[in-house]
């Protein structure tokens, strides 16, 4: 089965900085990408995803770079603002019919301004 | 679509008592899914379900556990009996096909807490 890591289990910014958030994983087949927002007491939303055939993808502020040579993928959040602190969940998967979503352990990021 | 709904949001219970979960996932969706989630495990897959069929229930963590899907509209999770490290949310999720690199919706969640 798939094991994923996310580094760091928690990243504190100030308001404006940037925030990097890296996934590593292990099958080999994976080539679905999707980061999720879990902000406190809400339930997880999907925000961004990419898939193997894209090296980056970028949506507004955040984006989602990919090196499937190394097995990981990142998300990147520029001009961070205080909504944008939650916990950060990774869920790498293969493209197969009857496979669920695996998350990682979940990175906390707070914003203070 | 009002979304993946699950019933009830809160639950406390005493421990040995027969706890059931619901979930309504969004019409048109032949996957859901069980996830728990608590501080030191994360979001940990329960039971995941295709066309309402059980396709792995290797996250059950033990035969306390069990789950069924008896229609496309409605899924439930009991745990019986209960016990205090039960406590946890639980979430229901839904997504159009498991594994093809579908979104999965989730529910609010139940929180649950055995005393």
């Known amino acids: 089965g798939e094991n994923v890591e996310q580094h760091p289990s928690t990243l504190s910014v100030q308001e404006g900085d940037s925030a990097v958030i890296k996934c590593t994983y292990s099958?080999?087949?994976?080539?679905?990408f999707p980061w999720y927002k879990q902000e406190l007491g809400k339930r997880p939303q999907l925000i961004i995803d990419?898939?193997?055939?894209?090296g980056e993808k970028k949506d507004q502020r955040i984006a989602v770079t990919l090196n499937k040579t190394a097995k990981h993928f990142s998300l990147h959040i520029t001009e961070t603002q205080p909504e944008d602190s939650a916990v950060y969940f990774c869920?790498?998967?293969?493209?197969?019919?009857?496979?669920?979503?695996?998350f990682g352990k979940g990175t906390t990021l707070s914003v203070s301004s | 679509d009002a979304g993946v709904i699950q019933s009830p949001r809160h639950e406390v219970t005493e421990m040995g008592q027969e706890v059931t979960l619901r979930c309504k996932p969004i019409?048109?969706?032949?996957?859901l899914f069980w996830y728990r989630q608590t501080m030191m495990r994360g979001l940990e897959l329960l039971i995941y379900?295709?066309?309402?069929?059980?396709?792995?229930d290797s996250g059950m963590p033990e035969d306390r556990f069990s789950a069924k899907m008896p229609n496309a509209s409605f899924s439930t999770l009991k745990i019986q009996p209960s016990e205090p490290r039960d406590s946890a949310v639980y979430f229901c999720?839904?997504?159009?096909?498991?594994?093809?690199?579908?979104?999965?919706?989730f529910g609010q969640g139940t929180r649950l807490t055995v005393v």
């Open positions: 999720a839904s997504s159009l096909e498991a594994g093809l690199n579908t979104e999965a919706f």
């Open positions: 099958d080999s087949a994976s080539n679905y």
């Open positions: 990419i898939r193997s055939n894209v």
């Open positions: 869920a790498p998967s293969a493209n197969q019919a009857g496979t669920a979503l695996i």
């Open positions: 019409s048109g969706h032949n996957s």
């Open positions: 379900f295709n066309n309402n069929v059980p396709i792995d």
